[in-house]
């Protein structure tokens, strides 16, 4: 799987972003997908993960409530919508695919075998 992350910026405390992963290369459907994000100084983190269906999430505590992920397996594209940014969601966003066909999501990234190249996200106080 290909998969090309995009939609990140800066963006003032309080403000939103929405970031894109596109993926191709094999059934997008087959997949659960995952952001992760690596601060500067700090080891990569999960964010947010989804089922193949989409019918299963999870959520890192420090973004629950404000970060929405979403899937659409039609358009081969995962979507991470962040709401009320605060200065310490600055990092590299990741998405990342692993083979699966079950319900179930994990959020270790040793368990992810795709990775995208990562998108900058910076907000400012």
């Known amino acids: 799987v290909q998969l090309q992350a995009s939609g990140g910026g800066l963006v003032q405390a309080g403000g939103s972003l929405r970031l894109s992963c596109a993926a191709s290369?094999?059934?997008?459907?087959?997949?659960?997908m995952g952001w992760f994000r690596q601060a500067p100084g700090k080891e990569r983190e999960s964010v947010a993960a989804?089922?193949?269906?989409?019918?299963?999430?999870m959520y890192a505590d420090s973004v629950k409530g404000r970060f929405t992920i979403s899937r659409d397996n039609a358009k081969n594209t995962v979507s991470l919508r962040m709401n009320s940014l605060k200065p310490e969601d600055t990092a590299v966003y990741y998405c990342?695919?692993?083979?699966?066909?079950?319900?179930?999501?994990?959020?270790?990234?040793?368990?992810?075998?795709?990775w995208g190249q990562g998108t900058l996200v910076t907000v400012s106080s």
């Open positions: 290369g094999r059934t997008f459907s087959s997949h659960a």
């Open positions: 989804i089922s193949w269906s989409g019918g299963t999430t």
């Open positions: 990342a695919a692993r083979f699966s066909t079950s319900g179930t999501v994990v959020t270790g990234e040793k368990y992810y075998r795709w």
